[in-house]
T-cell receptor, first 110, second 112 residues
Framework: GQQLNQSPQSMFIQEGEDVSMNCTSS?????WLWYKQDPGEGPVLLIA?????ELTSNGRLTAQFGITRKDSFLNISASIPSDVGIYFC??????????FGQGTRLTINP | DADVTQTPRNRITKTGKRIMLECSQTKGHDRMYWYRQDPGLGLRLIYY???????NKGEISDGYSVSRQAQAKFSLSLESAIPNQTALYFC???????????FGPGTRLLVL
């Protein structure tokens, strides 16, 4: 089936540092999404990207839809403790369902 | 009150037992989904339903069945549980914008 490959799988950073993670696919997606899962909760949508090359921000988060439509990037600036969690990329498949990446687990040292 | 609820939140069962996980939503959404989460594998779709009379297999439906009893309720059954079904299970809902899904808090299942 479809697979999205996220990297890195985990990150350990100091509070205040910037974070970058990415997601790649062997297939083209027309919509890319980034979700965040807080510890003990279900994922929540952070950012949706609908157009190749699109750059979208949500507060300290910035995500980009790759020009090839086979990748996406998420950046977090000036990390704070509440940024801890698992970040998932997802692609919309056939307008019916989402395919998720393996997740990037972010840990922040105060 | 939470918009998407799951019961139970935690469950321990034995190999071969039949169990049911329940999901209810108050968002008025037509579309509902069941996923399982495993470390290093992310979220994988088990089944999804676009309305009460619609059931579709996802990526990993073998060993599972579902029932959409009403617009607000979507249950997942393991007919004969096995240890590799130990995982965190999530229910989610959406309207016609499939990209925006609202997840429940999850059910942690351990099969011994």
């Amino acid at each position: 089936g479809q697979q999205l490959n996220q990297s890195p799988q985990s990150m350990f950073i100091q509070e205040g540092e910037d974070v970058s993670m990415n997601c790649t696919s062997s297939s083209i997606f027309n919509t890319w999404l980034w979700y965040k899962q807080d510890p003990g909760e279900g994922p929540v949508l952070l950012i949706a990207l609908y157009k190749a090359g699109e750059l979208t921000s949500n507060g300290r988060l910035t995500a980009q839809f790759g020009i090839t439509r086979k990748d996406s990037f998420l950046n977090i600036s000036a990390s704070i403790p509440s940024d801890v969690g698992i970040y998932f990329c997802a692609g919309l498949l056939g307008a019916q369902k989402l395919v998720f990446g393996q997740g990037t687990r972010l840990t922040i040292n105060p | 009150d939470a918009d998407v609820t799951q019961t139970p939140r935690n469950r321990i069962t034995k190999t071969g037992k039949r169990i049911m996980l329940e999901c209810s939503q108050t968002k008025g959404h037509d579309r509902m989904y069941w996923y399982r989460q495993d470390p290093g594998l992310g979220l994988r779709l088990i089944y999804y339903s676009f309305d009460v009379k619609d059931i579709n297999k996802g990526e990993i439906s073998d060993g599972y069945s579902v029932s959409r009893q009403a617009q607000a309720k979507f249950s997942l059954s393991l007919e004969s549980a096995i240890p590799n079904q130990t995982a965190l299970y999530f229910c989610a809902t959406s309207d016609y914008n499939v990209e925006t899904q609202y997840f429940g808090p999850g059910t942690r299942l351990l099969v011994l």
